[in-house]
């Protein structure tokens, strides 16, 4: 999986990271970004998000690269799919390092209820892991030295944070604000009216002085009105037509699904599909006029158009 640890050649973001004590693992898609945050001196370091389970690997040795000598002390998730949490446990395992996730997400984790934590409705895993605090809304936490203010973003997720800290104005936005959109709007395939939440983050995302951001996928950017007016266009044609949306998410589930097995047979991806709950959802709700082996079969056909998947002799491979 292609990823790179983030130092700018772009002399203005390169200067904002080395203010802020951060470095970006940009990472492939499957995974989330990271950021990493080393003090100056003394405590311990912290990074923002894990990553997918399956490059767990990969996420220590990017972190053990970055940390030298430092202790990780902290780990702190802006939400918990399984992407962005998927190597938790691992890192815990490796450093010992306290795990804070967003306040609403508290007792999902105690309780552990898989449904309820998602990965079993989207056909994915994460390793169990324990938290040992919790990130408000309001919060104003230490990073590195720097005052970050916690801020409730739902929309993608209902319990998903992003920091900013407005002397650099650089904010992390998880999956709430892309270059080029953002993340599935997940509530929404449970039938939750989500959209209104997505428009009131991009608006509070649009009433701070923000310059640049680091996205929970994708390079970090600058042009920050452009990106918020393109996510508003992006919405705008989901609000206008919500079965475009849910058929873009089924998408983004296969997709998924084969980034982390990359070859299938067809029989056994269609096993997959009927197994997995979203997926039934989304037919059941917006595509139930077809039959389910003909709106599989149409979505795959979908996904092969636009290169994303190649399908040849009853194998399905991710491109």
């Known amino acids: 999986m292609a990823s790179k640890v983030l130092r700018s050649s772009v002399p203005e973001l390169a200067d904002r990271l080395e203010a802020a004590g951060a470095t970006v693992f940009e990472r492939g898609w499957l995974s989330s970004n990271n950021v990493l945050f080393l003090p100056a001196s003394g405590a311990g370091a912290t990074l923002v998000d894990s990553g997918y389970w399956?490059?767990?690997?990969?996420?220590?040795?990017?972190?053990?690269?970055?940390?030298?000598e430092v202790r990780l002390e902290a780990l702190l998730n802006t939400h918990l799919h399984s992407d962005h949490c998927g190597g938790n446990e691992a890192l815990v395992q490796a450093f010992g390092c306290r795990i804070s996730v967003p306040s609403g997400e508290y007792t999902k984790v105690h309780d552990w209820d898989e449904s309820v934590l998602t990965y079993r409705p989207t056909g994915q895993h994460c390793p169990r892991f324990s938290c040992?605090?919790?990130?408000?809304?309001?919060?104003?936490?230490?990073?590195?030295?720097?005052?970050?203010?916690?801020?409730?973003?739902?929309?993608?997720?209902?319990?998903?944070?992003?920091?900013?800290?407005?002397?650099?104005?650089?904010?992390?936005?998880?999956?709430?604000?892309?270059?080029?959109?953002?993340?599935?709007?997940?509530?929404?395939?449970?039938?939750q009216d989500a959209f209104s939440d997505v428009r009131s983050t991009l608006d509070l995302i649009a009433s701070l002085p923000v310059e640049w951001v680091i996205p929970g996928h994708g390079r970090p950017f600058t042009g920050v009105a452009a990106a918020i007016d393109r996510a508003r266009a992006r919405l705008v044609r989901f609000e206008a037509d919500p079965r475009r949306h849910a058929a873009h998410a089924a998408k983004v589930l296969i997709k998924f699904h084969l980034l982390e097995v990359q070859t299938q047979s067809l029989a056994d991806l269609h096993a997959w599909l009927d197994a997995t709950q979203y997926l039934a959802a989304v037919h059941r709700t917006h595509f139930a006029s077809a039959s389910v082996e003909s709106w599989r079969a149409e979505l795959l056909e979908s996904l092969h158009k636009s290169r994303a998947i190649e399908v040849s002799h009853g194998v399905v491979r991710n491109l």
């Open 54 to 68: 399956t490059h767990q690997s990969q996420t220590l040795e990017l972190t053990r690269r970055a940390l030298g």
């Open 132 to 191: 040992d605090g919790v990130l408000a809304p309001g919060d104003v936490i230490l990073l590195a030295g720097r005052s970050w203010n916690v801020i409730a973003s739902p929309g993608h997720d209902p319990e998903s944070v992003m920091l900013y800290e407005p002397d650099l104005r650089l904010l992390i936005s998880a999956d709430a604000l892309w270059e080029d959109g953002f993340g599935v709007v997940f509530p929404e395939l449970e039938g």
